[in-house]
């Protein structure tokens, strides 16, 4: 029996997308025992998924103490692992992977690292270009598998697996008009659009449209979202009472919900786990090409400013990728809600007035 490792010390939507890889090395090794390091908040997404059989939950903080970061590569390699896959390829997972002696470490090289050992048996290039819609972060971490092992029938699909229980959640069952999860701000202020134009946004489609509108938001943000509420105008449509912190309760509460409209972030990449019809409003620092998986169009749907201004900025390497991160606002600035709009009202006319 294969033993299996999948290192994603990253976001939620990171971990929810390498879920892949347990999902698909099944098939492979269908009788191999696989486990999960994540940091601790973001081990929901991994909760009942039949394909993972135990999560290693560390917390981040904790683990930037050199002492507590050998104290769980020990731990790790305490466990003999035969695969190990790195796809983030932080320095924290590097080390593991070089420590644990695994017959298999497969890892993403990352260009800009210059600290040159060996760290992976199989180190495997990111893929140029993405040639799929699920999008290129998903299409890199099944290139792991398939770069060594045999994958005949890749599954590109993130999923969660809820309970009937959690299937039964019934918070919003006293609204009887489609309730729109808005995702105001994203996780972090990088990601967050302006304020007066998340407003404007919710107050277009609350004046459009017979809907309900959820907050969302992370718990430390509440006081930043109740800045946006106080700009909106059509605050009746607006629904503050309901709000999880607990993180498995808010996927069942994106479960009972009928859309999401939000920040990119990894609130999308549950919505799509979930089968909920998604608009995704993209930081201009973030490259669309990675992260917008399964779009089409109808269903799932995105904006980015370098779609409405192409020429804006000639290259997206690294070094440009970061500079627009320390500072996008300005760049967000000229993603007006009217441009947004002319994505954002035919997707709705599809889900809300068919």
């Known amino acids: 029996m294969k033993k299996i490792l999948v290192i994603q010390n990253k976001r939620i939507g990171d971990v929810l997308i390498?879920?892949?890889?347990?999902?698909?090395?099944?098939?492979?090794?269908?009788?191999?025992?696989?486990?999960?390091?994540?940091?601790?908040?973001?081990?929901?997404?991994?909760?009942?998924n039949p394909n993972i059989d135990f999560v290693i939950e560390a917390n981040d903080k904790s683990l930037k103490n050199i002492f507590n970061l050998f104290k769980a590569i020990r731990k790790v390699k305490k466990q003999n692992y035969d695969i190990i896959f790195d796809p983030y390829a932080k320095f924290q997972s590097r080390l593991m992977c070089l420590f644990s002696k695994a017959k298999y470490r497969i890892g993403l090289k990352r260009k800009h690292k210059t600290l040159k050992l060996p760290f992976y048996t199989h180190p495997i290039s990111f893929l140029d270009h993405k040639t799929k819609i699920c999008g290129k972060a998903i299409e890199d971490r099944i290139n792991l598998i398939s770069s060594v092992f045999d994958l005949k029938t890749p599954d590109y699909?993130?999923?969660?697996?809820?309970?009937?229980?959690?299937?039964a959640y019934n918070k919003l069952a006293s609204y009887n008009k489609p309730v729109i999860m808005f995702g105001v701000l994203g996780s972090t202020p990088q990601k967050?659009?302006?304020?007066?134009?998340?407003?404007?946004?919710?107050?277009?489609?609350?004046?459009?449209y017979s809907v309900n509108i959820l907050f969302n938001y992370a718990p430390h943000q509440k006081e930043e979202a109740l800045k946006i509420y106080d700009l909106?105008?059509?605050k009746t449509a607006i629904i503050l009472d309901i709000y999880e912190k607990d993180f498995?309760?808010?996927?069942c509460l994106m479960n009972a919900c009928d859309m999401l409209i939000a920040n990119e972030g990894g609130i999308v990449?549950?919505?799509?786990?979930?089968?909920?019809?998604?608009?995704?409003?993209?930081?201009?620092y973030v490259n669309k090409d990675h992260w917008a998986s399964f779009e089409d169009g109808k269903f799932h749907v995105s904006t980015h400013l370098l779609e409405e201004k192409p020429n804006l900025f000639n290259e997206f390497t690294f070094e440009e990728r970061k500079k627009i991160e320390e500072n996008p606002h300005e760049l967000y600035k000229q993603l007006t809600p009217e441009m947004i709009l002319k994505k954002l009202t035919p997707f709705l006319e599809n889900h809300l007035n068919a």
């Open 269 to 284: 990449h549950i919505a799509k786990a979930l089968n909920k019809p998604t608009f995704t409003i993209f930081s201009p």
């Open 157 to 167: 699909n993130p999923k969660l697996f809820l309970t009937e229980e959690e299937k």
């Open 18 to 48: 390498s879920s892949v890889i347990a999902n698909n090395i099944k098939q492979v090794f269908p009788d191999s025992k696989i486990d999960y390091f994540v940091y601790d908040y973001t081990a929901s997404v991994l909760t009942n």
């Open 248 to 251: 498995r309760d808010f996927i």
């Open 232 to 234: 909106c105008h059509e």
């Open 192 to 208: 967050s659009m302006p304020y007066e134009y998340i407003a404007e946004l919710i107050d277009y489609v609350a004046s459009k």
